[in-house]
């Protein structure tokens, strides 16, 4: 059993993703009274903007990817655009299904965890006031916040209204042209994405190859499904 912690919960979380249903099942399981504080989506990164919704497009990409390119003499390779306002309407779809599933029908399974669906500000160590006006007390509290998209400090990129992860996977159409900034991981799965959905991607990155924080032979590799443009610094993503 977990020691009562004096305050109206033992344990307050504030995160409703992956990291905060974690502490928050195990201090249930464990026989301490929990509250969940979440001010956007529940379900964090990973089922709402992040692993789902992006493997789904990637493997949308690659279906029509594949439809078109392939050495298989007597099947006809027929060309055309995606239908992207379906595509993404399946990936919403696969995502509100994982967020009920993994989440909503878990809380519900833990009647000791208590969700409170707002924004919270710390008062003291052990209390934070909600945007309701309401405060909570625990024992403890983990903070499981996660991370927000980064965007460097370039010159007019603020007023140029740049898309992130999330927006470019919730665009309404799928644009003519596009210019990631980074090759790192996420970016390149990106760009390929993209690119294999007939969008004609270019990407940039200051350092001198590709996922510049691996391994040069990993980088120089993954370089050659690239056209390298190496005197101006681009990388034309190629629906490879």
Same mark, same amino acid.
């Given at each position: 059993?977990?020691?009562?912690?004096?305050?109206?919960?033992?344990? =307050?979380?504030?995160?409703?993703?992956?990291?905060?249903?974690?502490?928050?099942?195990?201090?249930?399981?464990?026989?301490?009274?929990?509250?969940?504080? $979440?001010?956007?989506? =529940?379900?964090?990164?990973?089922?709402?903007?992040?692993?789902?919704?992006?493997?789904?497009?990637?493997?949308?990409?690659?279906?029509?990817?594949?439809?078109?390119?392939? $050495?298989?003499?007597?099947?006809? !390779?027929?060309?055309?655009?995606?239908?992207?306002?379906?595509?993404? !309407?399946?990936?919403?779809?696969?995502?509100?299904?994982?967020?009920?599933?993994?989440?909503?029908?878990?809380?519900?399974?833990?009647?000791?965890?208590? =969700?409170?669906?707002?924004?919270?500000?710390?008062?003291?160590?052990?209390?934070? *006031?909600?945007?309701?006006?309401?405060?909570?007390?625990?024992?403890?509290?983990?903070?499981?916040?996660?991370?927000?998209?980064?965007?460097?400090?370039?010159?007019?990129?603020?007023?140029?209204?740049?898309?992130?992860?999330?927006?470019?996977?919730?665009?309404? *159409?799928?644009?003519?042209? /596009?210019?990631?900034?980074?090759?790192?991981?996420?970016?390149?799965?990106?760009?390929?994405?993209?690119? *294999? /959905?007939?969008?004609?991607?270019?990407? =940039? $990155?200051?350092?001198?190859?590709?996922?510049? !924080?691996?391994?040069?032979?990993?980088?120089? !590799?993954?370089?050659?499904?690239?056209?390298?443009?190496?005197?101006?610094?681009?990388?034309?993503?190629?629906?490879?």
């Amino acid at each position: 059993m977990i020691t009562r912690g004096g305050g109206e919960f033992d344990l =307050l979380v504030v995160g409703g993703g992956s990291a905060g249903f974690a502490a928050a099942i195990k201090a249930a399981d464990l026989g301490a009274r929990v509250a969940m504080v $979440e001010g956007g989506t =529940l379900g964090g990164t990973c089922v709402n903007v992040g692993c789902v919704p992006s493997k789904t497009l990637i493997r949308a990409a690659e279906a029509q990817h594949r439809r078109v390119h392939h $050495e298989l003499r007597g099947i006809p !390779a027929t060309d055309g655009q995606p239908d992207w306002p379906t595509v993404r !309407a399946e990936k919403d779809a696969l995502v509100a299904e994982l967020r009920q599933t993994k989440y909503w029908n878990v809380l519900r399974a833990y009647p000791s965890v208590t =969700l409170f669906q707002e924004r919270a500000t710390f008062v003291s160590d052990r209390e934070v *006031r909600l945007a309701s006006g309401r405060t909570l007390t625990a024992g403890k509290i983990v903070v499981t916040t996660g991370a927000s998209p980064w965007a460097p400090p370039i010159p007019g990129l603020a007023e140029a209204s740049y898309l992130d992860n999330a927006s470019a996977m919730a665009l309404e *159409r799928l644009p003519e042209s /596009l210019i990631v900034i980074g090759a790192s991981a996420v970016g390149l799965e990106l760009a390929q994405m993209f690119a *294999r /959905l007939g969008v004609r991607v270019t990407v =940039l $990155e200051a350092l001198l190859r590709v996922v510049p !924080a691996e391994d040069a032979d990993i980088g120089d !590799a993954l370089g050659d499904y690239l056209l390298v443009d190496e005197a101006r610094g681009e990388y034309h993503a190629a629906a490879r």
